[in-house]
């Protein structure tokens, strides 16, 4: 605000905004918003994490280990199951367990969709924890679920 002095000494007051720190503050935000808007833009990415089965451990009879081979059918702890027939065993499986942990193993080559459909009919019969069971290269199969490869 200014005060401007006229020819008769009576002061009057100027109601003019100082518009310097307004623009200061939205050159700021400009800068900051033309760093962020590509990194938003881009997305969230993230390399997931590698590792190696050093522990070679063997299947315990008590283990619940569901298996997808390669034309979709399931196997509940290497038995041919029917799909209606996986949600009520697995359901009767996981109640009288304090344990909820459903090892998982599925074809490489399997559509992810039917994947996804054995984790979340697991899911809803009880499980609480899914584990994934992985081959090395160059080893014995983990887990033989229904023929040859």
């Keep these: 605000m200014g005060m401007a002095v006229g020819n008769s000494g009576q002061t009057s007051v100027r109601s003019e905004p100082n518009v310097v720190p307004m623009i200061d503050i ?5 800068i900051i918003f033309m760093i962020v808007t590509p990194l938003l833009a881009a997305g969230f990415r ?58 998982f193993k599925a074809d490489s080559k399997l559509k992810y969709g039917r994947v996804q459909e054995g984790i979340e009919t697991a899911r809803r019969a009880g499980a609480r924890v899914i584990a994934s069971i992985t081959e090395s290269n160059g080893e014995q199969p983990l887990l033989d679920i229904g023929g040859k490869k």
Aim: net charge negative; hydrophobic share 40%.
């Design 26 to 30: 939205m050159l700021v935000l400009l």
């Design 46 to 103: 993230a390399e997931m994490p590698k590792g190696k089965n050093l522990e070679s451990a063997a299947e315990k009879d008590d283990e619940v280990i569901l298996g997808i081979d390669h034309a979709g059918r399931y196997f509940l702890n290497t038995r041919p199951i029917a799909d209606e027939q996986l949600e009520d065993q697995l359901r009767a499986m996981y109640a009288g367990r304090e344990d909820k942990i459903l090892y």
